[in-house]
């Protein structure tokens, strides 16, 4: 039986992927060769990768307006540190929303001044800081759009007059933003866009060359940009299986149709819990993450009948993280409306039980 997939990533990715993904390994555009046999410099790689990043700027709506994307590796964590070793002169300013943020922070340390402005720690990171000022005098200003271990998302960026750097591993391709507020944006593939092994950068044409320091190649993004994201081998079939979930992105509608079924699923949920005396939210309601919900039992002797529940139902992956505890269902693009039903199925069901 197919499992309701809530894990936080890897996650779910579109069936229609996973076939198409499968018949590449197999033959990939009836080449007679597998996907992970042909050169990276082949035409048909070069023109996955093409294509993978042109759909990435055009769903954001950043095609033609002075971006460009790459697909590198070392996970969103290696971009904690290249954001760094390419733009922090002197000071960078962060905002402290968790885990992830708090992990980019400490790699900045390494490069120079950090000033965090704001930081949700004193509650557990269960709410996003506000009315917090960027500095004018920082290089950049880096914020983490959505906290997956949380629950939290930001809803508002602040405007300022530095560059905007921004983590949006856990909810790109979710929802309409201004993208163009953005001087760079990283992502991790795992959760919206693909397999684990590539992480999407896009930079604003002119962020670059203003470090004095000089940069080791494979962390320096201009020069992955002068070679169209091919300085090294490339993660291919990470890449090409992104390049398949954007396609699917874009025959949908593209981010405001996805965006309408997110928030649909996220309702459902959020409904649920604040109905159900069994269960309570983890986050402020204002800063509620449309894809990753956590939650508790109001009764933790319940625990081992809920989960039982869960297990029969399909579910799979709604622990919370090893740190939080409790519980979290990540809603990402490719979960069906129907997974959330079951699981506010269940929920209800141990509310008729208990
Ligand atoms: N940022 C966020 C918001 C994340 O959720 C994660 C991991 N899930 C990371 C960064 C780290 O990503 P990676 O494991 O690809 O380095």
Redesign the pocket.
């Known amino acids: 039986m197919k499992k309701h997939n809530f894990s ?2 890897p996650c779910i990715l579109p069936q229609e992927v996973f076939q198409e993904a499968s018949q590449a390994v197999l033959d990939f555009n009836n080449s007679g060769l597998s996907i992970l046999e042909i050169s990276h410099r082949s035409k048909d790689f070069v023109n996955v990768m093409e294509e993978a990043r042109s759909l990435s700027l055009e769903l954001l709506g950043l095609k033609d307006k002075g971006y460009q994307a790459l697909f590198l590796q ?5 971009e904690f540190l290249m954001v760094a070793y390419n733009l922090l002169e002197k000071k960078a300013a962060y905002l402290n929303t968790g885990t ?1 943020a708090a ?1 980019a922070l400490k790699e900045a340390k390494l490069f120079g001044e950090v000033d965090v402005i704001a930081s949700s720690e004193d509650k557990g990171f269960n709410y996003i800081p506000k009315n917090y000022k960027v500095p004018t005098d920082a290089d950049y200003f880096h914020c ?1 759009s ?4 949380y629950g939290t998302q930001m809803k508002k960026f602040p405007t300022s007059s530095i560059p905007l750097v921004c ?1 949006m ?2 909810d790109i391709f979710s929802r309409q933003l201004d993208f163009s507020k953005f001087d760079l944006i990283y992502a ?1 593939a ?2 919206n866009m693909g397999p ?1 092994g590539t ?1 999407l950068v896009i930079i604003k044409d002119g962020l670059l060359g203003k470090v004095s320091r000089k940069i080791p190649s494979m962390l320096d993004y201009k020069q992955h940009l002068d070679k169209d994201s091919m300085f090294n081998t490339p993660s291919v079939f990470p890449v090409y299986v992104s390049m398949l979930t954007l396609r699917w992105l874009k025959a949908l509608g593209g981010i405001e149709v996805i965006e309408k079924e997110n928030q649909k699923k996220a309702t459902l949920l959020y409904s649920e819990i604040d109905i159900n005396p069994l269960f309570k939210g983890y986050t402020a309601q204002e800063d509620r993450s449309i894809m990753n919900a956590t939650f508790n039992l109001t009764n933790d002797s319940l625990k081992e009948e809920f989960d039982k529940m869960c297990k029969e139902a399909g579910i799979n992956g709604i622990n919370g993280h090893r740190s939080v505890g409790g519980y979290r269902a990540s809603m990402y693009n490719a979960l069906p409306l129907e997974s959330v039903e079951v699981l506010v199925d269940v929920m209800s069901d141990l509310e008729r039980k208990a």
């Open positions: 936080a990533g070392g996970g969103a964590s290696m992830w992990k983490t959505n906290n997956t271990i983590d591993s856990s991790g795992q959760k684990a992480t």
